[in-house]
């Protein structure tokens, strides 16, 4: 047995939801960890519930979910209070400041971490029943390439990878891309580079990106890889003030750079999935 | 003075304590204050002292195995998070049984003093070194990179085949051990079973193959190639080369230029 089981060879992703569901889900991920996921995830929830769309917000994170933090909400009710039969589904989902909907798997999930094949089984089923309820929901995955990550992924038609310029962030995020690519025959993955020190920064690193993957990975595949630069977000000593006071950009510091970036993603966001989804 | 008329407050004359003192006047690194002297201090001391044997292994002074896994959960609680590298190695002395029946269980109990105190002085003070039980010990190295890993194990085993143990006035002997290893896998939660179990995995490999001898699993993860890497890190060499070096392909950066004129 291994931490991280690899699928047998040639598997493709099984389409894990219903096509009508998994069109409105978007996983937010990333290589290494730290790079921004949550903060991207909450912000740019807030955002589309701005446009006046439902969004949910899955912390899809087992292990610490810092949402909560991020949020300032601290739920009493997770998921793993509903796979355990204690909850209701209903009791498990709070309303965020910003006018989105947060559900958190708990850290007691973490005993999941390879995940059992009921487990899968309730996870789908709840997201069946869930996604109807929305109009886009973001699961704010963990970092790395665990069993768990890539199965949140599985569910979703839509991959957002946060990374930042630096290097190691820069090779996990390379790692992931080609993990995603072969493992899950994605065609396309959306980027988002956080923490850049200019504007513009981003495009060069996705056209990096893109550009080690023609050479090593899409050279003799059948599905060549596309990465779709969805914007930059840049380092912004307002981000911190505003976690340090619990808050959304939105709420902190609206008109500071990071929150017009994001602003401009979830317009990006959502022109890809609503407009391309229905 | 409240004290005294506190119906809450315990008198240590109504406590049971003959067990733990006895358990703590065995152990001649514990030194109990009298009681006499202050009762919270005595009580305070008989407690630290209890904890403290709980953690540690008596013959060697290691921790112990359920200590010992304690911290392993804890390392891979870390993991799951920050992608560190960390090793675990599982330490086996070789033909240990013919020591004790050659030179008797004293001379075993000595060994396995001897080889613990090698085992410690050749580890970081950040790292934890533990018997686990028997003449099983093993040792858990956080932030500890591939190529580190394999160099502090054959270190660890060098210096215990070059130990003297001398077990009694005449004889002084020489024991082997043998080492398995394996990284906990980066960004993953994994678990306490199948972490060891991977290390004991190479345990049992490097006793096939001999005994005296290393393995460590090779290190999982997605492979970036050092020409990926140079490629990726081809545009911050003409910036700053501080931070291109981060990576430790410095020897790409020959590679980058050109795969990058090939590429576009
Ligand atoms: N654009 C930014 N400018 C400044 N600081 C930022 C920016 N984005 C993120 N940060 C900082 O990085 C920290 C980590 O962000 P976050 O918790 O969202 O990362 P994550 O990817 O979700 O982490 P994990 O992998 O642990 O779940 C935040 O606390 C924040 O202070
Ligand atoms: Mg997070």
């Not at chain 2, 003070?125 to 010990?137: K, N, Q, Y």
């Amino acid at each position: 047995m291994s931490e991280v089981s690899n699928p047998p060879q040639g598997a493709t992703a099984e389409p894990v939801l219903a096509l009508k569901s998994r069109s409105k889900v978007i996983a937010v991920t990333s290589g290494k960890g730290g790079v921004g996921k949550t903060f991207v995830s909450a912000n740019l929830a807030s955002a589309l519930a701005k446009r006046g769309l439902r969004v949910l917000v899955l912390g899809a994170d087992l292990g610490l979910a810092n949402l909560d933090v991020v949020l300032n909400l601290y739920p009493k009710i997770t998921l793993h209070d509903v796979f355990t039969g204690k909850s209701k589904l209903e009791d498990a989902i709070y309303k965020a400041p910003g006018g989105f909907s947060v559900l958190l798997a708990g850290s007691g999930m973490v005993e999941y971490s390879r995940l059992a094949p009921e487990v899968r089984d309730d996870f789908l089923r709840i997201m069946e029943s869930l996604v109807p309820n929305y109009d886009i929901v973001l699961l704010d995955t963990g970092a790395g390439i665990s069993d768990v990550v890539l199965f949140a992924v599985s569910m979703a038609s839509e991959v957002l990878l946060v990374a930042t310029p630096e290097p190691t962030a820069l090779t996990d995020a390379y790692a992931t891309i080609k993990v995603l690519g072969a493992q899950q025959k994605r065609q396309s993955i959306r980027v988002v580079i956080n923490q850049v020190a200019r504007t513009g920064d981003g495009t060069g690193i996705t056209t990096q990106l893109q550009q080690v993957l023609d050479r090593f990975v899409n050279k003799d595949s059948e599905h060549p890889l596309k990465l779709l630069h969805m914007g930059d977000i840049p380092a912004d000593t307002a981000v911190r003030q505003a976690i340090m006071k619990r808050q959304l950009l939105a709420q902190a510091d609206p008109g500071c750079p990071a929150a017009l970036a994001i602003t401009q993603l979830a317009t990006k966001v959502e022109s890809a999935v609503i407009k391309h989804g229905a | 003075m409240a004290s005294a008329t506190d119906p809450s407050a315990i008198r240590l004359s109504d406590l049971r304590l003959d067990d733990a003192r006895a358990l703590l006047e065995h152990d001649p690194s514990c030194e109990l204050p009298k009681p006499e002297a202050s009762p919270t201090v005595y009580l305070q001391s008989v407690l630290d002292g209890l904890c403290e044997l709980s953690l540690r292994d008596p013959l060697t002074g290691l921790s112990n195995r359920r200590h010992f896994q304690h911290l392993l959960n804890m390392e891979i609680e870390s993991v799951a998070r920050s992608g560190e590298s960390v090793l675990l190695l599982i330490i086996d002395i070789d033909h240990f049984k013919k020591v004790n029946d050659t030179y008797g269980h004293h001379a075993g109990d000595l060994v396995l003093q001897a080889v613990s105190k090698c085992l410690e002085s050749c580890v970081r003070p950040m790292d934890t070194v533990s018997r686990f039980g028997g003449e099983e010990f093993a040792a858990i190295l956080p932030n500890c990179p591939a190529t580190f890993g394999a160099v502090v194990a054959e270190r660890i085993r060098e210096a215990v085949s070059e130990l003297g143990i001398t077990v009694s006035p005449s004889e002084t002997i020489h024991v082997t051990i043998s080492i398995g290893g394996a990284y906990a896998p980066e960004w993953v939660r994994s678990t306490i079973e199948l972490w060891t179990e991977r290390a004991d995995e190479q345990l049992y490999r490097a006793k096939s193959a001999g005994r005296n001898r290393v393995f460590i699993e090779e290190q999982r993860g997605v492979a970036v190639s050092a020409d990926e890497k140079g490629m990726l890190f081809g545009h911050l060499l003409f910036g700053d080369p501080a931070s291109a070096g981060v990576d430790g392909d410095a020897p790409g950066s020959a590679v980058a230029d050109s795969e990058m004129n090939r590429a576009n």
